[in-house]
């Protein structure tokens, strides 16, 4: 791959390495959490934001390029946006 060429995996706006690195900071989170588990919510929270992140990753550095993808990782987060206001009525 040359410099500046983004990867195959990269075509959508999401870089590659975003999701790895959530998760690796998730296990040490919830390993952490074990040995103190008043922080387990601080690793649950973060697994919960890895998907959010991504949708504003991809909004952002989309918006110039693809507008159609910005729009789509929008209403993704929207969607997850409805998903934690109708949880909180049940």
């Known amino acids: ?3 500046g060429r983004k990867s195959d ?4 706006g999401l ?3 975003l999701y790895p690195a959530g998760f690796w900071v998730a296990v ?3 390993a ?4 103190f588990p008043a922080l387990a919510v601080v690793g ?3 697994v919960a934001l890895v998907p959010v992140l991504a949708a504003v990753w991809v909004a952002l ?7 159609r993808l910005s729009f789509a990782a929008l209403a993704a987060l929207a969607g997850l946006a409805a998903v934690y ?3 909180s009525f049940i």
């Open 61 to 67: 550095s989309a918006w110039n390029r693809d507008r």
């Open 1 to 3: 791959m040359t410099p």
């Open 44 to 46: 649950v929270t973060w």
């Open 85 to 87: 206001v109708v949880k």
């Open 9 to 12: 995996n990269e075509l959508a």
């Open 28 to 30: 040490v989170l919830l």
């Open 32 to 35: 952490v959490a074990v040995l």
């Open 15 to 17: 870089p590659a390495w």
